[in-house]
């Protein structure tokens, strides 16, 4: 069974699909009793055989300064298991080419990341970060980055941190949300299950100066009072931070009446 399935299913009906999934762009036209929404396909998913190029994809899309477009599908791929792509336009934006930068499990046992289910997020280099959601030395999820070649012809994944790499999984496991980057380079993100209580965290990655290897740190385990779990537990949306370098996040049970929280994490 997929990760989070019955809170993918429920948003899945909510929301509509075209195919193994479409990239789209709308545009609005002045108010009008003639106004009406204008939608482009920019590229529909599975046009290759065994859906090479992917499928499904659930997170939304960031764009670079040149105007590509950048995300993830959670299934399809060399591998069958998810894929990191871009979308580059023409020079009129007319049309835009697909291309998959990194098929998923393509190590043994998918110890390089399984299934992404979070968007991804860009540093000032050029480099992508994001998460799988399950996969990694000890198939609970991991934290990755995908570097390009100065041509940014080719992309090489590099595994930042594999969780449940402590006991019970006390440094959290099951990562459904994507990350966020702080000015100093560090990343920080949410995991659903694990931590000390089981409820799941709020992590922070931590480079080197050489940017060689990280450490992670959880910041908070959520649900220390086990059945009770006030402060709320299973966070599935990624953080924001603002500029005191407080972060914001919210949980989907939990809480006073059992039904969720929004939270705020003080260093």
């Known amino acids: 069974m997929r990760i989070g399935d019955g809170r993918r299913e429920r948003f899945l009906a909510r929301a509509f699909a075209l195919g193994a999934g479409v990239v789209i762009a709308t545009a609005l036209a002045p108010c009008s009793g003639a ?16 859906c090479a190029d992917g499928d499904e994809p659930e997170a939304g899309l960031i764009m670079d300064a040149a105007g590509r477009l950048y995300g993830t599908t959670e299934g399809g791929g060399a591998h069958s298991h998810g894929t990191a792509f871009e979308l580059t336009p023409n020079a009129a934006k007319t049309a835009f080419t697909h291309k998959v930068l990194y098929s998923f499990c393509a190590q043994a046992n998918c110890t390089d990341g399984d299934e992404p289910q979070a968007g991804l997020i860009m540093d000032a280099a050029g480099n992508l970060y994001g998460t799988a959601s399950s996969g990694g030395a000890h198939n609970s999820g991991a934290a990755f980055e995908l570097t390009p070649n100065k041509a940014k012809t080719a992309w090489t994944l590099k595994v930042l941190y594999s969780f449940c790499a402590q006991v019970k999984c006390a440094d959290g496991n099951l990562l459904v ?39 992670e740190k959880v910041l908070y385990s959520f649900c220390p009072l086990v059945e009770i779990c006030t402060d709320g537990y299973d966070p599935y949306a990624g953080l924001i931070e603002d500029a005191a370098g407080r972060l914001y996040g919210t949980t989907v049970s939990g809480g006073a009446h059992g039904q969720g929280t929004a939270f705020e994490l003080t260093p």
Not at 35 to 50: G, H, I, M, P, T
């Open 177 to 215: 949300a994507g990350l966020i980057m702080d000015a100093a380079g560090r990343l920080y993100g949410t995991t659903e299950g694990g931590g000390a209580h089981e409820g799941g965290t709020a992590f922070e990655l931590t480079p080197n100066a050489a940017k060689t290897a990280w450490t």
């Open 35 to 50: 106004a009406a929404d204008r939608e482009k396909v920019l590229y529909s998913f599975c046009a290759q055989a065994n």
